[in-house]
């Protein structure tokens, strides 16, 4: 394991050179600020040359994230479910809340790494992260917003024109476009590369495995990392993970979008990155804890059709391998991103 480990890092460190070196360069040439492709990462799905994260971008996006006045009784911001310190996602009910206390179906989702995704939402709805604020914005039980009242009231602030004009040059009036992109700029630097994992695959002095956390990793990729590949934690795909349905949401996943009877139940594979702070867990937040989720797995798992191969049949963990695993999971929270100062609440622009 400490010679596999040792042979890993060092792969990793010659990777990283060269990596470092091709993405000054694209910041040089793309004035991208706040995205950076990690050593032994596979490149971003997101094409930033389309829509280079500049300074002024990712600003703007900051505060609209922020700001409840994207909602339409301005008391709901992007910000409401997804909260810094956990992951960017809620931890205070299963199921989102919006506007007027409104009840949603699923669990808020994760923001982190969304360079990297391919489709977002559990259900895969949206396939692009400059359309992905919409659906929250002009959902009813969410924002209850549209887009074009929302650009009304940004035109109607002297501040966020003169912000807009800083991030995408001279011009009379904000547009919709304009307002999708900036957030987007934020969105796609949320980015978490910095756990207890990422350091000791780069062999950083000071960080190695305690003997829990290296039989948790063998663990992991004996038993989950089909489905929850690394280093993104996520294979980007859908599975049937077994969970029995829950007869008052009457929720069929992936199926409500692509219509094929093959994606009943299927929902989109979740990132373990921080996943020790982003509880409750699941599309419909029913697991309030990891020995919940692990006991899921081990015990619980419903015969459902369509269920996951990587499920068939289902993990057999011992008390023991139960523990470990969950010290490696532990590995995965990335405390620097989640108290990143320049991702949180922009107190100077509201001033």
Known sequence: MKNSLKNIGLAALLLSAFLTLSWISAREKNKIKHLIQPAGWPAPVYDVEKNPITEEGFTLGRMLFYDPLLSA??????????????????VDHALSHGIDGKKGTRNSSVLVNLAWSKSF????????????PLA?????????????????????????????????????????????????????????????????????????????????????????????????FTNQGFENNGLAPDPYLNDGGRIKVTHQPSDSLLFKVPTLRNIE????YMHDGRYKNLQMVLFHYSSNI????????ALQPAPDLTEGNKNDLLAFLKTLTDTSFLNQKEFGYPFEDFQ
């Open 136 to 232: 929250p914005i002009e959902n009813p039980v969410e924002m209850n917003s549209r887009l074009s009242i929302v650009v009304a009231k940004l035109n109607a602030s002297d501040r966020y024109r003169q912000k807009f004009r800083k991030a995408f040059g001279k011009k009379n009036t904000i547009t919709g476009q304009q307002v999708l992109k900036a957030l987007s700029a934020y969105l796609l630097s949320l980015q978490s590369f910095n756990a207890k994992y990422d350091r000791v695959m780069r062999s950083e002095p000071g960080y190695h495995f305690t003997p829990a956390e290296a039989r948790g990793m063998d663990v992991f990729l004996k038993h989950c990392n089909a489905c929850h590949t690394a280093p993104l």
């Open 277 to 280: 702070v982003s509880y409750p």
């Open 302 to 309: 419903s015969n459902t059709l369509h269920l996951s191969p």
């Open 73 to 90: 009784d301005s008391t709901i911001s992007c910000a409401s479910c997804h909260l810094q310190q956990t992951n960017f996602t809620h």
């Open 121 to 132: 939402m559990w259900d895969g709805g949206i396939n692009h992260i400059e359309v992905q």
